[in-house]
């Protein structure tokens, strides 16, 4: 089983901010690897699919980069309704899918 | 706009079998994969399993021999079945569409279960 390992666990920064988000895999995923948005209360949502891809009504002030082992989420300039739980998600080449902890960004 | 809806007891005991449903609207279940994934209080998130556009199931080996997820088309709604569950099953159970088989594009708003005698 793939494990994926998210770093800050919590991130503290202020609106405006660059917030910088790391997401290691224990093997490559080559560029199968999504990330969501969670809130309290709510469901997850997703942000980027295929590593880099923003999902339909995402705002361009996020941005995900990587492939193999080895990604990362990018909030350019954080809006106060960015503070939040993240998640890193990834699917085996058998269809097995796994999350990361979470980092959580707040203020 | 699609949109899912889950439903279930939310109260099962030890040992008993837990029985969810996903009521999807807007959208074909037989036009994408559908997945369940659940989250135990304050913790992270764990994909159950998924049912594919042509009924075929993955599930997460963790739970594998517990699992049992199922399509309704004629009902446009999923099912999903976990037996002999234990107070570790005690979670917020979430139904998802997947995009292009990589990632849970739209969620329900997900069902609270409580495992307790």
């Known amino acids: 089983e793939t494990v994926l390992t998210q770093s800050p666990a919590t991130l503290s920064l202020s609106p405006g901010d660059r917030a910088t988000l790391s997401c290691r895999a224990s093997?490559?995923?080559?560029?199968?690897l999504a990330w969501y948005q969670q809130k309290p209360g709510q469901a997850p949502r997703l942000l980027i699919y295929?590593?880099?891809n923003r999902a339909p009504g995402i705002p361009a002030r996020f941005s995900g980069s990587g492939s193999g082992t080895d990604f990362t989420l990018t909030i350019s300039s954080l809006e106060p309704e960015d503070f939040a739980v993240y998640y890193c998600h990834q699917r085996s080449r058998r269809l097995i899918f796994t999350f990361g902890p979470g980092t959580r960004v707040d203020f | 706009q699609v949109q899912l809806q889950e439903s279930g007891p939310g109260l099962v005991k030890p040992s008993e079998t837990l029985s969810l449903t996903c009521v999807v609207s807007g959208d074909s279940i037989d036009s994408y994969y559908w997945s369940w994934i659940r989250q135990s209080p304050g913790q992270g998130l764990e994909w159950i399993g998924y049912?594919?556009?042509?009924?075929?199931?993955n599930y997460n080996p963790s739970l594998k021999s517990r699992v049992t997820i199922s399509a309704d088309t004629s009902k446009n709604h999923l099912s999903l079945k976990m037996s002999s569950v234990t107070t570790a099953d005690t979670a917020v159970y979430f139904c998802?569409?997947?995009?292009?088989?990589?990632?849970?594009?739209?969620w329900g708003q997900g069902t609270i279960v409580s495992v307790s005698s």
């Open positions: 295929d590593a880099s």
């Open positions: 998802a569409r997947m995009l292009v088989v990589d990632a849970f594009d739209v």
């Open positions: 049912v594919s556009n042509s009924g075929t199931t």
């Open positions: 093997e490559s995923v080559n560029t199968y």
